[in-house]
């Protein structure tokens, strides 16, 4: 599966992995379960990652809430505490471009690639997110014997500073710079331990 994962050419890269041991593998199978429907359930993100996130949402061709697991060409709409995007209304947009799961024998796995697109209610304008297009975060999740893993992997995050107003440029570079030190990772981080969280 994570051959899947685009290789790093340009800019930084992130990887955060979070990982829960079960004491079998009857109970991993169960409890990735969980972790599937909370890994597929983009609407509930922040509320596994804890206040004062992103937030995140998932959004069809025309903007619109889409309250089911996310395909390939559905969009996620983020907003970032803080510094609110003006390219996207306030908010940062991703494309899925890739999605997959796998399951075979004691291992199975979920993964979700996105990249930075435009507002997808204005396509002809430029993209709408802090980081150029160059740019995947690649989500994942995967269980190994009795072993649940929670993955966020950066590839070839550029700051997207093309065709857009001094501000936005500002915004962006400021927004990519920190998450490329260390914002990125805190939320990641975050998310990756809330989503296998066992709260049994």
Do not use: C
Request: aromatic share 8%; net charge negative; charged share 30%.
């Amino acid at each position: 599966m994570k051959t899947q994962i685009p290789s790093q050419n340009t800019g930084s890269k992130s990887d955060t992995v979070s990982e829960i041991e079960m004491e079998n593998e009857v109970l991993a199978r169960i409890h990735f379960e969980t972790v599937k429907k909370r890994f597929l359930d983009v609407n509930s993100w922040e509320l596994f990652s804890g206040e004062e996130k992103a937030e995140f949402s998932l959004r069809d061709r025309n903007g619109k809430l889409i309250l089911d697991e996310p395909k390939i060409g559905d969009f996620f709409r983020i907003k970032i505490p803080g510094l609110h995007n003006p390219t996207g209304d306030g908010y940062d947009w991703v494309q899925v471009e890739h999605l997959e799961e796998e399951q075979k024998g004691d291992f199975h796995s979920v993964y979700i690639r996105v990249r930075p697109t435009s507002d997808p209610t204005k396509p002809d304008q430029a993209t709408a997110h802090f980081f150029d297009p160059k740019a995947t975060s690649n989500f994942l999740i995967r269980r190994e014997k009795n072993i649940i893993f929670a993955e966020v992997h950066g590839r070839n995050e550029v700051p997207n500073t093309e065709h857009l107003s001094f501000l936005e440029k500002i915004r962006n570079t400021l927004v990519a710079v920190g998450g490329m030190i260390a914002g990125s990772k805190f939320q990641w981080k975050s998310l990756t331990e809330g989503l296998i969280k066992n709260e049994a």
